[in-house]
């Protein structure tokens, strides 16, 4: 259905995402969100399979956030285009394909666990996009809820400096409400009902909140000049000049303030989004892109491609647009592929359900329909004032398995599917093996790489055989060589080649990949071979010598070289460099790096020390294990190759009791 556009002007439009640990209640926030905004009349829930953002089949199966949701609604007169990210580590690349095109973000914690593993993980996704951001302690109705301890290792685990605007009303099964730090106000809600009812501070509260909102605004003071001026003058802060310094602090990211409820029994979700409105930043508060798109509907349009989706009515291609308008039939230039696209159709999308608008401009976050050969990281731009915008990163594949059609007749269905896949998922990478013929599919864990094929089988509607999990392996190098001499030299008739190179190996401390520098002097290798040494240097680290895995952790340096008059190119310098570092690495003592991941795992405490073993079986390295009220938590660093099938014998250990997480922790030299 189409419908007139109602984007609201580029100040009262919130564009952000829900970041969070798995279970933590994120998805369930954003479904009270919608509930509340109106954006949906009936509340959907997790467990049921009823949610609007977990629409696919899988998502509601498995019962996690697998694949980011984008949705649309509308509170206190403000736009919020809202994303609901994964939270389980396999899809962390869905949230780094949200952050860089969200300007906020709410991050949700179990009021029970606090931060978490994955909550750690997508935190520094955000620090690195430089994203402000919220805190929304959730759950405040369990048994064990503690909000003080939640904010503490927000504190000790993330190194935020949080602000709790809010005081529980009652703990866990009486949590009824909380009460408003900066308006010194009671919010109540009762079962059964939508909204709460104000009121003033329950007279047992009232002096506890008297001394957190003393607490808060010595915690402003502390870090806003001006606060701190009025704090001065008059030993305290007016409720404006609190919540200005609150806005300041959370958009310049020096303090996180932090809200809490609990959303599956709807209370605390409105005064979460009057946070939202008050305190993230609107498209026209971030700096302009690239340091030159100003987020102006006037300016020269330019969007970013950040996710693109293969539905069974076509092709669909979100964008956040950071510059300009774009209307229904115009002509935009895909300034990567260098090709231009005709915008057939532009969707507010709500989900897996999308309105037709007439027309989209800075600020937004819609889905186009046309683009037929948009990649996930595109810039999409005016051509006549054509730009490149920096794309997400995406995370190299850490596990691969061999994938078949069962029936032959299937080979070119499964070839163009798993095209399709990669297309929609960059971190999902397709090869073919060249020593056994084999289609090679990679990702990011195990549970990614089975939603993948478990896609090809649902939608596809294909048959196919996988093999069992492998690892992506490395080589670095422990101990390296000096004073290696390369000498190409190629005279077959016509131009010959020549390039001569001394270089030098060496490992590298700390996580940098390659380093190449030149020390060489006098003008004996210009400047336009060293650069082709250097690309020569990285064709030889693709294949290492000890099993053919990529090289990493390494500096090579220039150190001595000649040329000839005549034979001398770029080719033959980068061919030299090649085929010396090529050499350099088998005169080297090489090590195998192997993926290893950060393992949490909470236990019933009788069922600890047969946890333990199946760890050190696995080649575990324990490095802490605490105590939490029946349970116990143990932390530990697996190789990832270990960890295949982890889920069922841990179940199996202790009666179907135990869980655990993981994130990726690197490399590290394979151990025996």
């Known amino acids: ?248 602090l959370t958009l310049a990211g020096e303090a996180v303030v932090v809200l809490c409820g609990s959303a599956y029994r709807n209370r605390g979700i409105e005064p979460l989004l009057d946070a939202v409105v008050a305190y993230l930043p609107a498209p026209s508060d971030m700096p302009p892109v690239r340091g030159e798109v100003p987020a102006d509907p006037e300016a020269p349009f330019t969007a970013l491609a950040f996710k693109v989706n293969a539905t069974a009515t076509g092709r669909m291609t979100y964008v956040r647009v950071y510059a300009g308008t774009i209307g229904k039939g115009d002509t935009v230039l895909d300034a990567v592929g260098g090709r231009t696209e005709r915008i057939a159709r532009i969707l507010r999308v709500q989900a897996d359900r999308a309105t037709e608008v007439e027309a989209a401009r800075a600020g937004d976050i819609v889905a186009v329909v046309g683009p037929k050969a948009v990649r996930a990281g595109a810039t999409l731009c005016d051509p006549a004032a054509p730009v490149v915008l ?96 390369y000498r190409h030299v190629k005279q077959d008739g016509g131009a010959g080649q020549f390039a001569h190179v001394v270089i030098d190996l060496e490992p590298l401390e700390g996580d940098e990949e390659f380093v190449f520098t030149s020390t060489v002097t006098g003008g004996r290798v210009p400047q336009e071979y060293v650069r082709a040494v250097e690309a020569g240097c990285r064709d030889a680290l693709l294949e290492g010598p000890l099993g053919g895995h990529p090289v990493t952790g390494v500096r090579v340096t220039l150190t001595d070289g000649a040329t000839h008059p005549k034979d001398s190119s770029e080719m033959a310098f980068r061919t030299a460099g090649r085929f010396a570092l090529r050499e350099a690495l088998r005169a080297s003592a090489m090590t195998l790096l192997e993926p290893v991941a950060e393992v949490t795992v909470t236990v019933p405490a009788e069922s600890v020390g047969a946890v333990l073993g199946d760890l050190a079986a696995r080649r575990g390295r324990v490095n802490d294990r605490t105590a939490r009220g029946g349970t116990a938590v143990v932390a530990a660093t697996v190789p990832l190759a270990e960890l295949f099938g982890y889920a069922s014998r841990l179940r199996g250990r202790t009666q179907g009791r135990g869980t655990f997480t993981t994130r990726p922790a690197g490399y590290e030299p394979a151990r025996g």
């Open 1 to 248: 259905m189409r419908t007139p556009d109602t984007t609201a002007g580029i100040t009262t439009v919130r564009n952000l995402g829900i970041l969070a640990h798995v279970d933590a209640g994120k998805t369930t926030v954003t479904e009270r969100v919608l509930y509340l905004t109106g954006a949906v009349h009936k509340r959907g829930e997790v467990h049921d399979g009823t949610t609007v953002t977990d629409f696919d089949p899988q998502e509601r199966d498995r019962g996690i956030t697998i694949f980011a949701a984008a949705v649309s609604c509308d509170w206190a007169g403000h736009r919020i285009n809202l994303i609901d990210t994964p939270g389980h580590v396999d899809f962390s690349d869905e949230v780094e394909r949200s952050l860089r095109v969200l300007d906020g973000a709410v991050a949700v914690f179990d009021a029970v666990a606090g931060v978490e593993p994955q909550s750690e993980t997508v935190w520094r996704q955000a620090d690195r996009h430089g994203v402000p951001r919220l805190a929304f302690v959730n759950k405040l109705d369990r048994a064990g809820a503690d909000l003080d301890a939640a904010v503490e290792s927000i504190r000790d685990r993330l190194g935020a400096v949080p602000l709790p605007v809010q005081l529980p009303v009652g703990s866990e099964d009486g949590f009824t409400g909380v009460v408003d730090l900066l308006r010194m106000r009671a919010y109540v809600w009762v079962d059964g009902a939508d909204a709460y009812t104000e009121q003033g501070v329950p007279e047992g509260l009232l002096d506890e909140a008297r001394q957190r909102r003393r607490r808060l605004e010595e915690a402003v003071a502390e870090l806003h000049t001006g606060a701190f001026e009025e704090f001065l003058a008059h030993e305290r802060l007016a409720e404006e000049t609190l919540r200005g310094a609150l806005r300041d």
């Open 390 to 485: 920096e794309p997400p990163t995406t995370a190299d594949p850490v596990v691969s398995v061999a994938v078949e059609a069962r029936r032959s007749t299937d080979t070119g269905r499964l070839a163009t599917a798993l095209a399709r896949l990669s297309e929609e998922d960059p971190s999902l990478v397709v090869r073919s093996d060249p020593e056994t013929g084999q289609t090679v599919l990679s990702g990011l864990g195990e549970l990614h790489l089975e939603v993948a094929v478990e896609k090809l089988r649902r939608d596809r509607g294909l048959e196919v055989t996988v093999g069992r999990p492998q690892v992506a392996y490395r080589e670095t190098v422990a101990k390296g060589v000096t004073g290696l001499l």
